[in-house]
């Protein structure tokens, strides 16, 4: 039971891993935790006296003879104790209110920001699809090609000023999924038609993992995701980039930028120890640190590459899902990724976002993230796989997949290279 859920021996016993509870990091996880203690604690007292009485009478009134192994049960001497019983009750009721007061308190706390910090407060709005989530800056909006607005859209990486009440709704677009973010808050459940809230804060910069908390379907235990909390300056930084539109890389911008990285972030000071799946070994000993870095382009970057990796973006059905804003990208049903070669993970949380990594998750996704929509198709918008009116996949002569997409492996070189450029 120890080892279970944990997935490095330090985090064992220091009990701090990526996702503990235990271990937090803001003053909703930490009132949430304080809660649980107070329970703890009150059902030990519990289990203590009540099993304290009961390993006495059994010993006390044991039998000691083969003629109390055989003896007649006792006549019950009298209807019992009036004081004993009320003090039973009385103790009972001692102990519920015991618990139900900071319930109650913490339900109120929970419920919503504290006024005295409502006005910092700010707002997203967290979307939960099969299986990935969307979050959108309610109060951040950017200029669409069409001359437009609409708040600023990222996926799976939530970055945040740290020290700032954040309140999520939660929504979904299908199915129920539930927000958890252990080490911040949770968890809180997306359902459909119904307009879910929670809030956290986070008191310190860090790179925090969170987890869809619903079973959702076959790819649910890797339905991930991050909040990354920024410094309030980093926090601007961040921001101001977001809501440019895509970066395009051009010989003559890569020439000129190859001495200033556009964002660059300040220093940072390990909060704790951490660790995710699949993750490079710099990955794994400071996940913050290889965010930062994502957030700056790339040594080495091929110009040529990248406008093939566009052309092939648009040329096999990328487009028709997910948004590039600024570029040929539209789609709305799959995340956005105007900037996703500055986030540190793809597949919802899943994969460190490495050239590698990207590479094989286009290649096979199905192969990561089980029944995922890019490859099996939905609706019109259809993926990997051509479907039929059934949804089912369609099979040639051959009893092969029939597919809609196909992409060579330079096609995908391009893919990566392009992807990476956003920054
Ligand atoms: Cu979404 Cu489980």
Redesign the pocket.
Known sequence: MLLSGCNKVHQIFSLSGPQSTMVTAGPVAARQWDLFMITVWVCTFIFIVVGSILAYAQYRFRAKSDADEHAEVPAEAGHGNPFVEIGLIAGSVALLVIIAIPTVRDIWYTHDVPDEEKANAMDVTAT????WFKFEYATENVKLANGGEAPLTTANELVVPAGVPVRVQVR?ID????FWVPKLAGKVD?MPNRANFLWFKAEKPGYYYG???????E???I?KFRVIALSAADYVKWLDNQKKSARTATAQMLAAEADAPHVKFASFKEVGPHSTLSGSPEFDANPFAAWQKMQAPEAGENAELIATGRKTFAAKQCVNCHTVRGHEGGGVTAPELTHVGARSSIAAGVLENTPERLHQWLTNPEYFKPGNKMYHGVGAMQGYLKLDDERQPVKDAKGEYVRNITLTEPEIDALVAYLHSLK
Do not use: D, K
């Open positions: 939960g699809y099969q299986w979904t199915v129920i999924h539930s997306m987890q869809c908390a619903e079973y959702c379907g790819s649910h235990a339905m």
